[in-house]
């Protein structure tokens, strides 16, 4: 008999193996961003199988095995506090698509749990639902399970629902029980201290419809899941799942780094190093999957995982930057099973160092700001304390819970809302109102149409016959000159806009059903659905459906688009062989006279990069490479070789576009036959876009000579203004840009002495409190700096009792932009008030904020109206804390 498997990896194959000798296909694990639009992240092991479920799609085969990849966070709160919860796991799954069901289930789930793993039946419980006779008969009668193990619970935890209509179905659960001992009495399998659910049986053979109404299914399915951490933890005899070798060496790679022991730590301590192992786990896997951390979505909640790993470090004593090593490590632990992440390396240590380099940032101003809030010893954190620091600092609201929570403080949530939606109301108000509807007549017809036949990649002309016409909006049988139109054809040459490649532009002529010619002139074509839409106008004649025309695309456009898209796949073959081979497609744009490329890329591309490109795509050029276009089975193409865009829906049979030995994709975008076609390629420019996205802007073809003859015209004007030869411009720029310094610091140092003068004619008016100067005074037309100049000036002056608060109006004129600016002698700082904290209140009065050291800060302000208003409340502030 086999040994017990014991190891993570282990537990894994055993569970395959056994199923794959059963007759069940292993499939590989789906990527965590599912094609599925209802969720953010792949939830659950039998997401990726949900289209077959929900009979959207073919099944893969009658019998599949999987071991799924997924991400939870809707109990993030509790991932290190128990003993099982996690953000990232993984799910053994055994599924029956209309093969066996219930019986064999069940038979295979016991033999495998008692015979492979060893269990023994006396540590284990089964639950069915409360109605399910069947279940219940054959766990008691076939398979042999003590009567009085086996628990009926209620449908809100053994029935399973895909919404509120659809496949539906009992559930029966396989729980170990850790104390046995306690007997068969009186079982509660909601105690988490002596029984774990670990493999869940879920048996679809109902369909439920809008009346509640169940009926059978005719093909029934099964959907099972085991958790691969909970096995570990069993097996493996350890008291929680962080404990097992799936995580635990994370663990002690995050106590070295903190120098200390996992055992010697309180709970507090070992809960940080379970969050931090737990955590590294999900953002490697995240980024392995081509996430990047941003403010939406699934970016968002990479963020706050990947910040919460570094708060938690630093709750254990790490001082320094210590995610990529945590993501080496994580790589090092799972590599094994998930080698993707060994090619990903390079992206996914550079976006965790980029990441953790600014949330550091906003983590020590979020902090210092709030520990002045926790210094104040409040009954509770208020909604606007944590506005601010979610809206100025960048400080993320779970951060300030959990640090309130510490503290025995909870949050003004209410609050927290209110000033949030205060907020969206200014950003409403501000804004431009769009319609975004668009469920127009056209997309309504399209819904009732048979998909349009694209003739396009043979013949740029075609005979076809109009399906459907709406004009200016409406529906209609029949089109006059003038009119607006949208049309469907039967057939079409013209490219619908997809892939990022614009729809074609050209003209449909023919003979009306009056007889007289009629043209017209289409200037877009999109797709709804498969239904290819016309969009243009009537130029003369009149059209109605049923009529017969020629659809001849605009030729010079088409080659425009072709040039232009081979050359999209010759850049991202560049960058992966320059740049990273981990770059992937984060979107794109094939126009007429210009390409846009977006990419995953956690920083800029050199320029010394940028001309390696631009050469290596020309002489891709050069070489008239002969593309080769053919249809293909998606795992056939993919085995080939050919990139596919991430996060992308595709076909059983998909179309790749091969530029031999440079470049393969998945592509049903227009080409040129051969890559000389091109003519010549330029990059126009590089930026960034989003967090962890880069964009190339390009032209090639034709409209390289345009962008040339536009910056010829460009350099020519700059010469003719600067007097200077081509080759002059920059040095003469340069020469114009030291003499601008110069005059702009001198212009400073005259500013920054007037204000000194303004000032000092000031002291005069400065009240004395006791040992105390006090000057409250408003000073417009001084920058910051002068500003600060001034006061610091006037406290040297006035002597340590000094308190001297300055505001005023860069530019009179523009009352949007207040300056404010504290300073206080150590006399007064010793008496109690602080510059940095009592000048930020002072322009909270303003609309703004700010703050800075004990003895000189500065803020500012976005309401110059209330100006004065503050500078009184701030004189009486100031009296009111220097009597005291």
Same mark, same amino acid.
């Given at each position: 008999m086999a040994a017990t498997p014991r190891t993570g990896a282990e537990i894994r194959a055993a569970f395959l193996n056994f199923y794959e000798q059963r007759g069940h296909r292993p499939m590989a694990s789906a990527s965590l961003v599912p094609d599925d639009p209802t969720v953010l992240l792949t939830i659950a092991g039998m997401l990726p199988f949900k289209p077959v479920f929900l009979g959207q799609a073919e099944r893969p085969a009658p019998r599949a095995t999987s071991s799924q990849k997924c991400i939870r966070t809707n109990d993030i709160e509790n991932v290190g506090r128990t003993a099982r919860h996690h953000t990232f796991f993984e799910m053994l799954g055994n599924f029956s698509f209309g093969d066996y069901f219930k019986e064999q289930a069940i038979r295979w789930a016991w033999e495998l749990s008692t015979e492979v793993f060893g269990l023994s039946p006396k540590n284990l419980v089964v639950s069915v639902f409360r109605e399910d006779d069947e279940a219940e008969a054959i766990w008691r009668e076939v398979v042999g399970v003590n009567p009085k193990r086996i628990i009926r619970m209620d449908e809100a935890d053994n029935f399973?629902?895909?919404?509120?209509?659809?496949?539906?179905?009992?559930c029966?659960?396989?729980?170990?029980?850790?104390k046995p001992e306690l007997g068969d009495d009186g079982i509660d399998l909601e105690d988490d201290s002596r029984f774990i659910e670990f493999y869940n049986l879920v048996f679809m053979q109902y369909n439920r419809d809008a009346e509640g109404t169940l009926t059978p299914l005719a093909n029934r399915n099964i959907d099972t899941g085991m958790g691969l951490e909970r096995m570990a933890q069993i097996l493996q005899a350890v008291p929680n799942n962080y404990e097992t070798d799936l995580i635990y060496p994370l663990i002690t790679t995050a106590a070295g780094l903190a120098g200390v022991d996992y055992r010697a730590l309180d709970v507090k301590g070992q809960t940080s190093l379970k969050v931090i192992g737990d955590?590294?786990?999900?953002?490697?896997?995240?980024?392995g999957d081509g996430v990047t951390a941003s403010n939406l979505g699934r970016g968002y909640i990479l963020r706050r995982l990947l910040r919460r790993v570094v708060r938690h470090g630093r709750l254990l004593g790490i001082d320094k930057p210590f995610l990529t090593a945590m993501g080496e490590a994580s790589i090092s632990l799972m590599e094994a099973a998930y080698p993707q992440l060994v090619e990903r390396r390079e992206v996914i240590l550079a976006e965790l160092a980029?990441?953790?380099?600014?949330?550091?940032?906003?983590?020590?101003?979020?902090?210092?700001?709030?520990?002045e809030v926790l210094a104040a010893k409040p009954q509770q954190i208020s909604g606007e304390q944590a506005f601010e620091l979610y809206d100025t600092y960048g400080f993320p609201l779970e951060?300030?819970?959990?640090?309130?929570?510490?503290?025995?403080?909870?949050v003004d949530l209410a609050g927290f809302e209110a000033a949030m939606e205060a907020q969206r109301?200014?950003?409403?108000?501000?804004?431009?109102?769009?319609?975004?509807?668009?469920?127009?007549?056209?997309?309504?017809?399209?819904?009732?149409?048979?998909?349009?036949?694209?003739?396009?990649?043979?013949?740029?002309?075609?005979?076809?016959?109009?399906?459907?016409?709406?004009?200016?909006g409406e529906p209609a049988e029949r089109a006059s000159a003038g009119d607006a139109v949208q049309l469907v054809l039967d057939s079409t040459p013209f490219y619908g806009e997809g892939g990022g490649q614009v729809g074609d532009r050209g003209v449909l002529s023919g003979t009306g059903t009056g007889g007289e010619g009629v043209i017209v002139a289409i200037e877009a074509v999109s797709r709804n659905r498969s239904v290819f839409v016309h969009t243009g106008r009537v130029e003369r004649g009149s059209l109605?459906?049923?009529?017969?025309?020629?659809?001849?695309?605009?030729?010079?456009?088409?080659?425009?688009a072709q040039a232009n898209h081979t050359a999209t796949h010759l850049l991202q073959a560049a960058l992966k062989q320059v740049v990273d081979p981990g770059i992937g497609q984060a979107g794109s744009l094939v126009d007429f006279d210009r390409l846009r490329f977006d990419f995953h890329c956690p920083r800029a591309v050199t320029p010394a990069e940028l001309e390696r490109i631009e050469a290596l795509i020309n002489g891709w050029i050069a070489d008239a490479h002969t593309l080769e276009v053919q249809e293909m089975a998606i795992e056939q193409a993919k085995a080939a070789g050919a990139v596919a865009m991430f996060g992308e829906k595709y076909a059983d049979v998909v179309r790749v576009v091969d530029v031999p030995g440079v470049s393969m994709e998945l592509c049903g975008g227009t080409h040129v036959a051969n890559t000389a076609e091109i003519g010549l390629f330029k990059i126009v420019s590089e930026s960034g876009v989003a967090a962890g996205i880069r964009r190339i802007e390009a032209v090639a073809g034709p409209a390289v000579l345009a962008y040339l003859h536009e910056r010829e015209a460009v350099v020519k004007q700059l010469g003719e203004r600067f007097k200077a030869q081509p080759g002059e411009i920059v040095e003469r720029v340069s020469a114009l840009q030291e003499e601008l310094k110069a005059t702009g610091k001198a212009l400073a140092a005259a500013r920054e002495e007037l204000a000194l003068a303004k000032a000092a004619a000031l002291a005069g008016q400065a009240q004395t409190l006791?040992?105390?100067?006090?000057?409250? &005074?408003?000073?417009? @037309?001084?920058?910051?700096?002068?500003?600060?100049? !001034?006061?610091?000036? =006037? #406290?040297?002056?006035? +002597?340590?009792?000094? &308190?001297?608060?300055? @505001?005023?109006?860069?530019?009179?004129?523009?009352? !949007?932009?207040?300056? =404010? #600016?504290?300073?206080? +002698?150590?006399?007064?700082?010793?008496?109690?008030?602080?510059?940095?904290a009592f000048i930020g209140g002072v322009a909270k009065a303003c609309g703004g904020g700010g703050g800075g050291r004990p003895n000189l800060a500065q803020a500012g302000g976005r309401d110059g109206a209330a100006l004065d208003g503050a500078l009184d409340a701030a004189r009486q502030e100031l009296k009111d804390a220097l009597r005291g």
């Open positions: 399973w629902a895909s919404g509120p209509t659809g496949p539906c179905g009992p029966s659960e396989i729980y170990y029980d850790f955590h590294s786990r999900a953002i490697t896997q995240l980024i980029r990441e953790e380099a600014r949330f550091l940032e906003t983590l020590e101003r979020g902090e210092k700001l709030l520990a951060l300030t819970e959990e640090i309130a929570e510490e503290h025995g403080l909870t109301q200014r950003a409403k108000a501000a804004a431009v109102s769009i319609d975004l509807t668009l469920q127009g007549a056209i997309e309504q017809m399209a819904a009732d149409l048979e998909a349009t036949a694209f003739k396009g990649y043979e013949a740029l002309e075609h005979p076809s016959c109009v399906l459907a016409l709406v004009v200016n109605a459906i049923g009529d017969l025309v020629n659809a001849q695309v605009d030729r010079a456009c088409r080659r425009r006791g040992e105390f100067q006090l000057l409250v &005074a408003r000073l417009d @037309g001084v920058e910051g700096a002068g500003l600060q100049s !001034a006061a610091q000036g =006037l #406290v040297d002056q006035l +002597g340590e009792g000094a &308190a001297v608060v300055l @505001g005023g109006l860069p530019d009179p004129a523009d009352l !949007a932009k207040v300056i =404010l #600016v504290a300073a206080f +002698g150590k006399a007064v700082i010793a008496a109690g008030p602080k510059a940095g």
